[in-house]
């Protein structure tokens, strides 16, 4: 790990605190994290710009899942980046063969210059994950389609 005057520790729980607040499929802790001028780049969708753009795109993702939760499976740091390497287990809302899906993810965090982990300050300038989701969206997508035909 290479972050000024952070430790390996504080790095990886400052992670797990993001992944948990992610994991509650909520928006409410997104301004702790992403800066208010903060970008996404999730996967191959169009870069999102600031927190409000951010929020309003997990907003209307968080209530098609049924849960999502972090697993870390290695981190490592240059400069003011966090790569991340994780599994992700997705389900969806109301999917009848509740199926569990595990995805391999990178995640690159770009940090703020100077980022101290101990100031409680929104560290996140752009965040980069790459994922395919495909699986995931597909379930959804059988779901809305069996609640078109008024089959849930």
Avoid at 25 to 43: I, Q
Avoid at 59 to 83: C, Q, R, W
Avoid at 112 to 127: K, R
Wanted: aromatic share 10%; hydrophobic share 40%.
């Amino acid at each position: 790990m290479s972050l000024k005057n952070a430790s390996e520790e504080a790095i990886t729980e400052w992670v797990k605190a993001f992944h948990k607040a992610s994991d509650s499929l909520t928006t409410t802790d997104l301004g702790k994290f992403y800066t208010k001028n903060g970008s996404l780049k999730f996967a191959n969708n169009e870069l999102l710009d600031g927190l409000d753009a951010i929020t309003a795109f997990f907003g209307t993702t968080f209530p098609l899942l049924a849960s999502m939760t972090h697993e870390i499976v290695n981190l490592d740091t240059i400069g003011n980046k966090i790569y991340q390497t994780c599994t992700i287990t997705y389900a969806v809302n109301d999917d009848p063969q509740n199926r569990v899906v595990k995805i391999p993810a990178m995640g690159v965090f770009h940090l703020v210059p100077g980022a101290d982990f101990n100031t409680g300050e929104p560290l996140i300038e752009h965040f980069d994950v790459f994922l395919d989701g495909s699986e995931v969206f597909g379930i959804v997508e059988e779901v809305q389609k069996l609640k078109v035909e008024g089959k849930l």
